[in-house]
Structure formats: C-alpha cells, structure tokens
C-alpha cells in the first residue's frame, strides 16, 4: 500500500510537520479500472448479442415473407388457368404439345402437376434474377370436395394444388388452394 505524505504547517516547533496518513479519498486503483474494464466490456458483448438476434430474427422474417411472395405468384398464374383441359383431352398432367421450357402453353390447372423450378421462372420462361437459392414445387391432387383434406384417385370435380417455396433447402413457404369444375 502507498503512503502519502503531506507537508502541514503549524503546531511544531520547527514551524512544519509531516503527516503520514494514506490518501485514499482521490485514488483510483488499477483493481477499480479492470474491474470497470471488464463490466464495461461484458455489457458490450450483451449489446453485440442482442443486436445479432435482432438481425437474424429479421433476415428470417424476409425469407419467409420472400417466399410466400414466390409461392403466391406461383399459385395465382395456376387459379387463372382452365379446371380441365379446354380441348377435352383427358390427361391428367401436361399433355404431348405442351412444352416444359415454358408456362406459356400450359392451359389448364393438372398442368403444373410436379413442377419444379430452380431457381424459379415466370410464366414465359424467364429466370427470375431475384431468386437464386430458391426452389419452387408444386402438386395437384384431386380430393374429395367435401373434404379436401381426403385424396382420391380419380376425377371428383375438385383439385388441390399445394406450392412449396424453399431457400436453400429449408422450407420458407407453403400455400394452398382448392380449385373446382362450376
């Protein structure tokens, strides 16, 4: 421990006398500065962790907005089409003149049975720049319409179509519609 010594004038007889009482009222300690140092720093580190979940919890969000996004464009351009075939034809999925380059030829909802993209496309064949890393899948099932969650295997006058939406293999979206013959 330091001692400090203070020169005080007075009561002596030389006039002046040393006091050697420590100085502890304005000392700081080196064990007070580490152990500011490390408050301080463990403070920063709680900081730096809560402000990274906060970022992760919002890349998260924006894939899943993302793909439902995806998934939606994907269901809406199928709605639009036809419940069968407009020429008759009975087969279900696409049929021999329907290109699978292209959306555009595609007429009817058994069409789009199967598909998947990677990364996804528009109608008309274009890559859709935005979407590397993502994979679009689609499936449509006849069901039963009075209760779509019941699959049958052949005509019942209501499809099912599911499209899945994924980024780098992990599932960001998944939407469904049920389409009937009226």
Excluded: C, H
Aim: zero cysteines; charged letters at 20%; glycine letters at 6%.
């Amino acid at each position: 421990m330091s001692r400090a010594f203070l020169l005080v004038g007075g009561a002596t007889r030389a006039g002046w006398r040393w006091d050697r009482r420590p100085n502890r009222a304005s000392a700081f300690t080196l064990i007070e500065a580490i152990i500011s140092t490390i408050i301080v720093a463990v403070m920063f580190v709680a900081a730096l962790n809560t402000v990274g979940a906060a970022r992760l919890t919002q890349y998260q969000a924006s894939l899943v907005s993302r793909g439902r996004l995806l998934a939606e464009a994907l269901l809406s351009e199928i709605l639009r089409q036809a419940y069968r075939d407009p020429d008759g034809t009975p087969v279900f999925g696409r049929e021999a003149n329907e290109s699978s380059a292209t959306r555009a030829t595609w007429d009817d909802v058994d069409d789009y049975d199967q598909l998947s993209e990677t990364p996804p496309v528009a109608q008309d064949g274009t890559v859709l720049t935005i979407a590397t890393g993502w994979r679009r899948t689609t499936q449509v099932e006849w069901v039963d319409p009075a209760n779509p969650a019941a699959v049958v295997g052949s005509e019942s006058n209501a499809k099912r179509i599911t499209v899945t939406v994924t980024f780098n293999a992990v599932p960001q979206a998944v939407v469904t519609a049920l389409r009937t013959n009226n």
